[in-house]
C-alpha cells in the first residue's frame, strides 16, 4: 500500500485519488502498486460499479516519479509496477471516470486515454514529453491517441510534447468536459452515479464491444515497453533526467 493513494467508498463508486501534492502527485512504484490493487479489489467486488480517478487541486499527476527512472537509467532496479497498473487499468471490468485539475502529465495524460469520462478543468495541460525525455510513448497511447486525435494531432501530443490545454484536449477528443475547478468533484461523482445506476451486464457488454480486443492494446503495451526500458538507459534519456534533476540547482 501506499500513503500516498487514498482509496474511498461513495456508494457504488469507488475513488481512487492520488494524493502527493508536494510533487504534484509523481507516481512511485508504490503508487502504482496500491492503485493496481485498487482495481482489482473494485473489479472483483459486486457492489463497486464505476472506479474514479481523482487528483489534488492543481495537480492530477505530474506523470512516473523521474527519481525512479534515474535509477533505471543509472543501472538500478525498475520493478513491474507500473506495468502491472496498466495491465489492471486495460483489463479492468468497470467504467473509469477521471477529474484532471492543473498537472497532468505522461502517464497523467496517457491514464485518460483508458478513461470512458474524463472532465477536466480550464487551468488543466495535458503533456507527454516523452520524446524530449530520450523516451518513446507509453500506456498504449501510442495506438490510442492516434485513434482518438487523428495522427496530427496525437504527433503534436506524443511527439512534439505540446501542451494540450482542457479547451484544446475537448476539441481533440481526448476529453468528455470541460468544468470549472469547484465543480469537478460533484461533476465527476454525478457522472459515476449515472454509470452506476445503468443495468451493469448491459453496460458491461457494451463497453467491452466498443473496447475491442484488449490483447491488441496490451501487445501494444508490451512493444512500448520494451523500447521504453532500453531508452531508459540510453545517453538521451541520461541527459534528459540529468537536466530535470539539476533545474533548481
Ligand atoms: N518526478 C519527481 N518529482 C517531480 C516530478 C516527477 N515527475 N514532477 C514534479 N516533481 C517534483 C519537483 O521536483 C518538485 O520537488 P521539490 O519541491 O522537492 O523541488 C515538486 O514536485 C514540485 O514541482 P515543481 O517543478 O517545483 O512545480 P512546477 O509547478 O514548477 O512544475 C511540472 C510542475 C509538473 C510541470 C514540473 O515539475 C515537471 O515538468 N515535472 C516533470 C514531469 C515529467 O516529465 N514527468 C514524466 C513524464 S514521462
Known sequence: ????????????????????????????????????????????????????????????????????????????????????????????????????????????????????????????????????????????????????LGRQQAFALLCLGEGFSAERALAAGLIYAVVGEDELESAVMAAANLIAAKPPEALRISRDLMLGSREILKARIAEEAEHFRLRLKSDEARAALMAFMMRKK
Open 1 to 148: 500500500m501506499s500513503e500516498h493513494i487514498v482509496i474511498e467508498r461513495a456508494g457504488p463508486v469507488q475513488l481512487i485519488r492520488m494524493n502527493r501534492p508536494d510533487k504534484k502527485n509523481a507516481l512511485t512504484r508504490a503508487m502504482y502498486g496500491a492503485m493496481s490493487q485498487a482495481l482489482a479489489e473494485g473489479d472483483a467486488d459486486p457492489s463497486v460499479r464505476v472506479h474514479v480517478f481523482l487528483g489534488v487541486p492543481g495537480a492530477f499527476c505530474a506523470g512516473n516519479d523521474l527519481n525512479d527512472f534515474m535509477t533505471i537509467a543509472t543501472g538500478g532496479e525498475g520493478g513491474l509496477e507500473v506495468w502491472n497498473f496498466l495491465a489492471a487499468l486495460v483489463g479492468s471490468q468497470k467504467p473509469i471516470v477521471s477529474g484532471v485539475d492543473g498537472v497532468a502529465v505522461g502517464i497523467g495524460t496517457t491514464l485518460n486515454l483508458h478513461c470512458d469520462l474524463t472532465f477536466a478543468t480550464p487551468r488543466t495541460v495535458f503533456r507527454t514529453p516523452f520524446v524530449d525525455l530520450g523516451l518513446v510513448p507509453e500506456a498504449g497511447s501510442s495506438l490510442l491517441a492516434p485513434a482518438v
